[in-house]
């Protein structure tokens, strides 16, 4: 496994221990289909959370700013694509990231407008 690979098995652990911690259920991590992956797929009450993990040096500003329209769209319809495999596409739901970095951690709640 490369380095870059460990890194972020390690960031996706600490930011679901993280959530864990705050009361979200965990549902699935490194979920994927044919448009892409979600980091963390956790519940939260009756909502849906699906989670992007970023780990950077220089702070949560750098973690946002490193997703870019692209990288929003794949997000979007993977989350579609969840969604409707479990039969919820009706369903609450949101996008939120955990940006870990020398700061420590910060949530962001529906961080990315998603709907």
Same mark, same amino acid.
């Given at each position: 496994?490369?380095?870059?690979?460990?890194?972020?098995?390690?960031?996706?652990?600490?930011?679901?221990?993280?959530?864990?911690?705050?009361?979200?259920?965990?549902?699935?991590?490194?979920?994927?289909?044919?448009?892409?992956?979600?980091?963390? @797929? %956790? !519940?939260?009450? *009756?909502?849906?959370? #699906?989670?992007?993990?970023? =780990?950077?040096?220089?702070?949560? $500003?750098?973690?946002?700013?490193?997703?870019?329209?692209?990288? @929003? %769209? !794949?997000?979007? *319809?993977?989350?579609? #694509?969840?969604?409707?495999? =479990?039969?919820?596409?009706?369903? $609450?739901?949101?996008?939120?990231?955990?940006?870990?970095?020398?700061?420590?951690?910060?949530?962001?709640?529906?961080?990315?407008?998603?709907?």
């Amino acid at each position: 496994m490369s380095t870059r690979r460990q890194q972020g098995n390690s960031a996706e652990s600490t930011a679901a221990t993280f959530l864990e911690r705050r009361g979200l259920i965990i549902f699935a991590r490194n979920w994927q289909c044919r448009t892409g992956e979600i980091d963390i @797929v %956790a !519940r939260d009450g *009756a909502s849906w959370v #699906f989670v992007e993990v970023r =780990q950077r040096q220089s702070g949560r $500003d750098s973690a946002i700013e490193s997703i870019g329209p692209r990288k @929003v %769209a !794949r997000l979007v *319809a993977t989350a579609q #694509f969840f969604l409707e495999a =479990q039969s919820c596409a009706d369903g $609450d739901w949101r996008y939120d990231v955990v940006a870990i970095g020398p700061d420590g951690i910060t949530h962001l709640v529906n961080a990315i407008e998603l709907h």
